[in-house]
């Protein structure tokens, strides 16, 4: 009998890529996607494989290092979350032309909600843009299972294959088979051929009619067989609604309609929505009267149909054309569907426990001790004035501060900053800018823009927070570290003031980001370099983050009651999750619960109210 398991679901499509002899692996970490990689890594060593398993500076590197690996007949994989994409969309639209030698699978992670992204994006309609296949599991066990005929389909027809697992699919926790490694180890072999892997704009022309004919013979595949993934669940009498469900949604609708007693709604799943089964759709279709169609987040499979007359689903406002299908809403939209009153929820117990336990929202924030609370402070004192640009991360929290003013993407923190330069210097205005990147987000894609403000003399601060990890996806290491993924690999740290140095910036300082007054100099130093000089200005704030656990001074604080005035500056302008107020005794006090003693905020008040405990006390 093999051994089961609970795995999430980012282990079990992990576990998969590994089953399926996966060689090359290579990602960007990236929440819904960041546990898979690590995972592999596990498993290859469990399994006593060869896997090589690495972190990559950006989704565009992880994509190319993976498909190099596929030129050369090895079966590669290569994950990132749905914005991670977007930074490898050119090697994404190329590599599709391609006439693979080896496998090459590509782990999207959407974020329907949104969770932790700036985009709702489908990825699936990445994949109809591109004109490669993806598949969109339901479940933990079902993306796992779809891995190794998704490498199997790659092969077949020497080309990328998608799979698209949504945020609920990559953190549930489901009891997975685990099977033994299945492919054989292929020896690196690559063929020097200019016509198949140069792409030329008259290979191009060659290989595109074959990519079209690639989707064809795809699509008849998904019309005819992989039942195992596409399939209908006819109702057990006459059906008063049909329902066509890809991804977790069709999970969700077929507990719903369990729980509900309902016999009477037919459902069809379509686990391979691109290139989409048309005749399996509109056989479906033609068998039911109404037939609403339920998918995350965009209209993928229904802008496949050719008509859409039947069908209830965004084109006409019976499914909303955002926001993440929850539970309860899927549950509103049958019920509309069926033209029914919304059946009461079976169990009501989580509302009561929520209501008992009194539990209160609030917005996310910095952690207790968090360099970077001290880094904004230090920013927001030298230059009070300043536009501040942001990037994604930790620090984007940086808003509760009121240190954020504007983040678009990936290493737009250090290109806005030119923008609004060069805006206000066409009208003839001086307008201090601190720009904040993380040290993870630099290497990512901070570096082409500084050598653009660089050559073009552009006059801002850019201020690197280096808290020596990728903290908001897990803590994964960076170059900055030099620490890979698997232990006994050694890898090479890159020194982030090199690096700027080499960008041609002439003004780089290091400060400890928890000495706020010595922050305060360097910056307003920084910024008079900018203007005098008329060049970008970088300042490194260096403290590791406190998930890591560092040793260092433990410095426990109180509200002196008597000094304290209830201005709220601490609580506005510091933000920490210790620092509280009394509403009652309008003064701020510390919650020792969520207190690390880091010390910095004396630097905060002032009235010189937060004060260090004495030994006595």
Not at 536 to 551: G, I, N, Q, S
Request: glycine content about 6%; some cysteine.
């Amino acid at each position: 009998m093999r051994k089961r398991e609970i795995l999430l679901g980012n282990e079990a499509i992990a576990r998969g890529v590994v089953e399926a002899g996966c060689e090359v692996a290579s990602a960007y970490p990236g929440t819904p996607s960041s546990e898979i990689l690590p995972a592999i890594a596990r498993f290859a060593d469990e399994l006593g494989t060869k896997t090589a398993v690495e972190w990559a500076v950006n989704e565009k590197v992880a994509f190319e290092v993976a498909a190099a690996a596929a030129f050369a007949g090895k079966r590669s994989c290569a994950v990132m979350k749905q914005v991670g994409l977007n930074v490898a969309a050119d090697a994404l639209m190329s590599v599709a032309y391609f006439e693979l030698a080896g496998g090459f699978l590509v782990v999207v992670a959407d974020d329907p909600g949104p969770h932790s992204s700036q985009t709702e994006q489908d990825s699936r309609a990445f994949a109809h843009f591109a004109k490669i296949p993806c598949f969109d599991p339901a479940t933990a066990e079902e993306a796992r299972d779809m891995v190794a005929v998704a490498y199997d389909l790659s092969e077949k027809y020497h080309m990328p294959v998608m799979l698209r697992p949504t945020g609920r699919v990559d953190h549930a926790r489901q009891d997975v088979e685990l099977r033994e490694i299945a492919a054989p180890e292929r020896p690196a072999r690559f063929t020097k051929d200019v016509r198949r892997w140069v792409c030329l704009p008259a290979h191009v022309r060659l290989n595109h009619p074959q990519l079209n004919a690639k989707n064809d013979a795809i699509r008849e595949e998904f019309e005819t067989s992989f039942d195992a993934f596409t399939y209908e669940v006819p109702a057990k009498e006459k059906a008063k609604l049909g329902i066509v469900a890809s991804g977790v949604s069709f999970a969700i609708v077929s507990d719903l309609l369990a729980a509900w007693g309902r016999t009477d709604v037919a459902l069809l799943k379509i686990g391979t929505p691109v290139p989409l089964p048309v005749r399996r759709v509109e056989s479906f279709l033609a068998r039911h009267e109404k037939v609403l169609l339920l998918e995350e987040t965009y209209p993928v499979i229904e802008e496949q149909l050719r008509d859409r007359t039947k069908v209830l689903g965004r084109w006409n406002g019976a499914v909303p054309r955002e926001g993440e299908l929850l539970p309860e809403v899927i549950a509103g939209i049958v019920a509309r569907a069926l033209g029914e009153p919304l059946p009461e929820a079976a169990d009501p117990s989580l509302k009561a426990a929520l209501e008992e336990l009194q539990v209160k929202p609030r917005p996310p924030m910095l952690c207790p001790g968090c360099p970077h609370r001290a880094s904004f402070f230090a920013i927001r004192k030298a230059v009070p004035n300043g536009i501040y640009p942001s990037d994604i991360g930790c620090y984007t929290l940086g808003v509760n501060q009121k240190m954020v003013d504007s983040v678009i993407c990936m290493g737009a923190s250090v290109t806005q900053p030119s923008g609004f330069h060069l805006a206000y210097r066409v009208d003839g205005k001086e307008q201090p800018i601190v720009a904040t990147i993380g040290d993870s987000t630099f290497f990512h894609m901070g570096i082409p823009g500084l050598v653009n403000a660089v050559y073009n003399r552009h006059a801002f601060v850019l201020a690197i927070l280096d808290n020596s990890i990728t903290a908001m996806t897990g803590g994964q290491p960076n170059p900055a570290v030099g620490e890979k993924l698997r232990k006994g690999d050694p890898g090479r740290a890159v020194d982030i003031a090199g690096v700027v140095r080499g960008c041609g910036v002439s003004f780089v300082r290091t400060v400890e980001a928890y000495d706020i007054p010595a922050g305060i100099d360097v910056v307003k130093e920084a910024w008079e370099h900018a203007r005098q000089e008329k060049e970008p200005a970088v300042v490194l704030f260096r403290h590791p983050c406190m998930l890591l656990r560092c040793e260092q001074a433990k410095v426990p604080v109180r509200v002196d009651q008597e000094k304290c005035v209830g201005c709220r500056f601490c609580i506005n302008f510091f933000n920490c999750p210790a620092l509280r107020f009394d509403e009652e005794k309008k003064k701020a006090f510390v919650d020792d619960r969520f207190c690390v003693a880091c010390g910095v905020c004396r630097e905060v008040c002032p009235h010189g109210a937060i004060v260090p405990i004495r030994e006595e006390e």
